[in-house]
């Protein structure tokens, strides 16, 4: 089955940087492309970034130029580089693939920015 899990989250002064990973099981890695999304309190869960399988990259316009999502196919695993965080940047953090008419979440890892 397929299966997500996130890791990296925590507590962390504004301005400061965080890493996040995300282990992919179940599915052909590489031929997908995988997505984080985040969730603040009170709030929906938001797209923040997108990896297609050929590595092309987009991003929310509230985290372009801060964060960077990237993958290694080597190890079933996506990144979220997080830079320059902002209190806003507060919330659970989720790993997210599509496959077929599917869609797969990891239990996420929550982020807190302090001010």
């Known amino acids: 089955q397929v299966q997500l899990v996130e890791s990296g989250g925590g507590l962390v002064q504004a301005g400061g940087s965080l890493r996040l990973s995300c282990a992919v099981s179940g599915i052909i890695f590489n031929i997908y492309g995988m997505a984080w999304y985040r969730q603040a309190p009170g709030k929906q869960r938001e797209l923040v970034a997108v990896i297609t399988s050929g590595s092309s990259t987009n991003y929310a316009d509230s985290v372009r130029g801060r964060f960077a999502i990237s993958r290694d196919n080597t190890r079933n695993t996506v990144y979220l580089q997080m830079n320059s965080l902002k209190p806003e940047d507060t919330g659970v953090y989720y790993c997210?693939?599509?496959?077929?008419?599917?869609?797969?979440w990891g239990k996420g890892t929550l982020v807190t920015v302090s001010s």
């Open positions: 997210n693939v599509q496959v077929g008419g599917s869609r797969y």
